[in-house]
T-cell receptor, first 110, second 113 residues
């Protein structure tokens, strides 16, 4: 039931782009994305809902493909501050319970 | 409060002792969640509350784990007869009613020696 994220890790130079994928074996109702810096709590980035509505607050975009049961997070023109571990959380029903993926470690180099 | 508050921030306990971890969610947030994160690992769901009721306790690892929430506010996660494998960071999060992102607390780092 745990969603699978890919890649597991990625290293970028400042200004480069990255895509992080989150795949589920079950039909998805909604997807959350979070970023966690070392030793800190995860910080909410974005929520994607079945039907296409998207709610977020940072200059990072995402897509939600219900047919493929997959979501992708797009980081464009990456900044040093983007470094951290990215987690997707998926809900397969209309409840508020989310199961988190395996995580993707992203490091941006100057 | 302004954010989700967890206490204590660090707890070292001897194997076999009981521990209580506290979470104070954002005022007005009806949903409250507990997750566990082992070193270098992802977030493992434990339990969530909608108001004072817990519709889903499926993530609690064993009957040594229990949680309660009173007054649609503070929640306590209790671990009885702690074992070394219980060592982890225990994260609490809250959210408003509806489909919103979580706000996480800073966690309680539990070390069982």
């Amino acid at each position: 039931q745990q969603p699978v994220q890919s890649p597991q890790a990625v290293i970028l130079r400042e200004g480069e782009d990255a895509v992080i994928n989150c795949s589920s074996s079950k039909a998805l109702y909604s997807v959350h994305w979070y970023r966690q810096k070392h030793g800190e709590a995860p910080v909410f980035l974005m929520i994607l809902l079945k039907g296409g509505e998207q709610k977020g607050h940072e200059k990072i975009s995402a897509s939600f493909n219900e047919k493929k049961q997959q979501s992708s997070l797009y980081l464009t023109a990456s900044q040093l501050s983007y470094s951290g571990t990215y987690f997707c959380g998926t809900s397969t029903s209309g409840t508020y319970k989310y199961i988190f993926g395996t995580g993707t470690r992203l490091k941006v180099l100057a | 409060g302004a954010g989700v508050s967890q206490s204590p921030s660090n707890k070292v306990t001897e194997k076999g002792k009981d521990v209580e971890l506290r979470c104070d969610p954002i005022s007005g947030h009806t949903a409250l969640y507990w997750y566990r994160q082992r070193l270098g690992q992802g977030l493992e769901f434990l339990i969530y509350f909608q108001g004072n009721s817990a519709p889903d306790k499926s993530g609690l690892p064993s009957d040594r784990f229990s949680a309660e929430r009173t007054g649609e506010s503070v929640s306590t996660l209790t671990i009885q007869r702690t074992q070394q494998e219980d060592s982890a960071v225990y994260l609490c999060a809250s959210s408003p009613e509806g489909v919103y992102g979580y706000t996480f607390g800073s966690g309680t780092r539990l070390t069982v020696v």
